[in-house]
């Protein structure tokens, strides 16, 4: 259901549930999921097509599969007759729930580098209107499939290293959304920002929230010493002389591999590896992108398990990369002070993770396996009780 639209006579559906992508055959058979629905009044938008779909027939009779369910969107892939197959993501949560509103994430692929991602086609984020009863985005396929944490290799982490310093090669004024138009960064702020006044917010947002779980599971001192990480790293942050385009959620499911057997990635071909959902970027710190790929906290699907010498070398790595892009700013190329935000970004993301998989481990087992794991990785970061 789409939450404040109980009486949309569409809003009823499972994002996915098989109504959900017979409405989604529908909805392309008459070009309503991609092209305006009347005179060009209607809020789908087509800020790029990718080359591989053609704008003249992006309606007609397709195939569907829902190709994953992730934490709060499902994904489809549509396969017409007479075109390329795309990627419908489709949000399964209420729209407080996600980072930001989906035209961001729109515009952030307009502004990424072709090799890196998905190309952009439309999307449509009034579920009032929408011809499937719900928001989504409408993005090219990107081919490959996500590697394992267990299976990850040091050419993999090169690999890595060598499109996310392509993704960062965009720069940014400062932390904030990318917006459609001429002027893509009008809403980040200027100035000195506070990273730690986000982090205070969100954290008064969980204890809200999710306080039952935080107090069944004693979460408390991993959020203290959370706060504790970030405060050291607030006037760093705050001066920093480099912003970037960033991913803000390159975990190990949103990484795609296209070269052959896993294990087997040829480091030199960059090629093989495109990222996939870009619903957390915007303009940010790129030790935030650096940072969420694994370390020593880990667990689940997400994150890769790796001893300190595998970090330092994928930060070197990375480091090496952006020069082919140009001058690196001090707060890059000054390795030490990078790590450093890079473990308060580390003990910012993995602590929002733990809250999430501890409120859905009473209805999820897959969130009850993981959140031994990612609770006893973090104790020992914090160096608190396991």
Known sequence: MAPGHPDHPLAL????????????????????????????????????????????????????????VGERFAAWRVIPQENAPVIVRIPH??????????????????????????????????????????????????????????????????????????????????????TLGSNPWAAVPRGEQSLLREVEEEVRAWRARSGRVIAQYELEPFLEAMLTRVAGVEQDVARLDGFVLAHGDLCATNIMWDHGPVGTVDSRDVAAVDYIDFEWAQGDDPARDLAIIGGAVHGGPWYVPLVEEQVRAFVEAYVRSRMEYGEVPASVSDTAGLRDRMRAWTAYERTAMLVHVASRASIRSAHRKVLPVLRGTLAAEFALPG
């Open 13 to 68: 559906l499972d994002p996915a549930s098989p109504a959900m992508g017979e409405r989604l055959v529908e909805a392309w058979r008459t070009g309503a999921l991609v092209l305006p629905l009347r005179d060009g009044a209607s809020p789908v938008r087509l800020p790029g097509l990718h080359k591989s779909v053609l704008p003249s027939s992006l309606s007609g009779r397709a195939r569907v599969s829902l190709a994953g």
């Open 93 to 178: 949560v209420a729209p407080t729930e996600l980072h930001q509103d989906l035209a961001h994430e729109i515009a952030a692929l307009t502004l990424a580098p072709a090799e890196v991602g998905p190309e952009p086609i439309a999307f449509h984020d009034d579920p009032d209107t929408s011809p499937i009863g719900h928001p989504y985005v409408v993005t090219s396929e990107v081919p490959g499939t996500a590697a394992a944490p267990t299976v990850w290799t040091d050419q993999h982490l090169d690999l890595h290293a060598v499109r996310l310093a392509h993704l960062h090669s965009v720069p940014a004024p400062g932390r904030g959304p990318v």
